[in-house]
């Protein structure tokens, strides 16, 4: 796993030993990068379930002001901060050991809002609906701003917030 181009281009990521952590595949990142385009440019990010930090650490590398990594799990938290040592990004990244429903209800409060927000729970277990309704409620995504995330086939979502 790398970082596919911009300041940290071709940086290797440390990655998981086991396979509690389902990091994106190098060829899926690059497809979604390729999607959002330049919405990557200053924009304020965060990546919740952050596993390796991959995504959000793409989005600095690719020119984003900054990203907020949040995680539950204390081996994912050190990925992350080792991935933002080799990247160099340190000034830009915050990490956040904390369980994602509650880093939203903490963000809200701290009146944080974000240009791209990047999901990628646990497959099965519901997570993804109720980050989505919580997202809905808590307005942290800004008005033209955009939620990337991936989720089961058989874990449906709230269509409402769809649009």
Known sequence: MRIIT???K??????????DVR?????????IF???GSVVLDADVL???????????????????????VDNSPASIALIKENIIRTKSADRTHVYKSDALRYIDRAAQLGQNFDL???????NKGLATAVVEKLDSRLLL?????????????EAINDNFLT
Not at 10 to 19: A, D, E, H, N, V
Not at 23 to 31: C, G, L, Q, Y
Not at 48 to 68: C, D, H, M, P, Y
Not at 117 to 123: E, K, R
Request: a positive charge; proline letters at 6%; hydrophobic letters at 35%.
């Open 117 to 123: 927000i990047f999901c990628d729970p646990p497959y």
């Open 47 to 69: 990546d919740l379930f952050a596993g390796t930090g991959n995504l959000g650490l793409e989005a600095v590398s690719r020119g984003a002001k900054s990203a907020i990594f």
């Open 10 to 19: 071709g940086t290797k990521l440390k990655t998981p030993r086991s396979f």
């Open 6 to 8: 911009g300041s940290a």
């Open 142 to 154: 800004r008005e033209s701003g955009l939620l990337v995330i991936e989720h089961s086939r058989r």
């Open 23 to 31: 990091p994106t595949a190098d060829r899926v990142k690059e497809s």
């Open 34 to 36: 390729n999607i959002l």
